[in-house]
């Protein structure tokens, strides 16, 4: 049953990405855009470096979450959760004690199916648009990202608000199974910097780097939600949304100086 759950939901993802890139197109691409085939060959083969870096990090994260956390979770053995309740109370929690249906399906869908989107979407546009500069910005971004981020989680295990305090997940409510393919990406203690929150605003600032104001907008209001998401699905300590703010805008600021020092060399 729970397998069955899984590929219905695979499909319905499949789905809603399936719309976005048809609404994508229409909307962020400019008209005849995909009969430049040679102008698209031709970055791809000048960028495709940068599309490595991404994938690089996307291989090591996948090694982290599956191979070498929970060795090093075992390793610490204790819940840094205990300490950040301390600090901040209860107050995330507070929000799954007053969840409306509405919004926990809508919230569930932007965490789950549109940040995903934008994940691997934003990187393919500034590739066949040759935005060299935003994917730049992206690579080098979600690089020192990752690195700054992955001695916290693998020496600061966090667990994730619901988890902690034995609360319902939203994610299980509105897809039921769909942990055992969520936590096959991530982790319930890989919390701080918060990673949604570092990326959104990397992938917005990027994204702004291009000048399509609709796609900007777009990446900008995804930013907002997907911070508003992680708070009110009760997954994210406030401290985890903090430092991963604050990472990130401080690796843009890093990257708008070096990369506007190289252009200029």
Not at 76 to 94: H, P, R
Not at 123 to 131: K, M
Request: include cysteine.
């Amino acid at each position: 049953m729970a397998v069955n759950l899984i590929e219905t939901w695979y499909i319905v993802l499949g789905i809603i990405n399936l719309l976005l890139i048809v609404l994508s197109i229409i909307l962020f691409f400019p008209k005849n855009f995909f009969r430049n085939k040679v102008g698209i060959f031709k970055s791809i083969q000048k960028n495709y470096f940068y599309i490595i870096i991404i994938a690089g990090v996307v291989i090591l994260h996948l090694i982290e979450v599956n191979l070498i956390d929970s060795y090093t979770t075992e390793l610490v053995g204790y819940d840094f959760a205990n300490n950040i309740k301390d600090i901040e109370g209860d107050v995330v929690y507070l929000f799954s004690q007053f969840w409306t249906p509405i919004l926990v399906y809508f919230f569930v869908l932007i965490y789950i199916a549109i940040y995903s989107f934008t994940l691997w979407f934003s990187p393919l546009y500034f590739l066949l648009t040759n935005n060299e500069k935003a994917l730049k910005t992206l690579a080098y971004g979600l690089f020192l990202i990752y690195i700054i981020a992955l001695p916290f989680y693998l020496f600061l295990p966090i667990t994730n608000v619901y988890t902690y305090y034995d609360a319902s997940s939203a994610l299980e409510t509105v897809i039921p199974s769909v942990e055992s393919f969520f936590y096959s990406t991530t982790t319930q203690n890989n919390c701080l910097p918060s990673l949604h929150t570092a990326m959104t605003i990397l992938i917005a600032y990027s994204v702004s780097l291009t000048g399509n104001k609709k796609f900007t907008y777009f990446a900008y209001t995804i930013m907002i939600l997907v911070i508003i998401s992680v708070i009110y699905l009760s997954i994210h300590w406030l401290i985890d949304v903090i430092t991963g703010a604050v990472l990130s805008i401080g690796i843009i600021l890093i990257l708008r100086r070096y990369i506007r020092e190289e252009t200029n060399e």
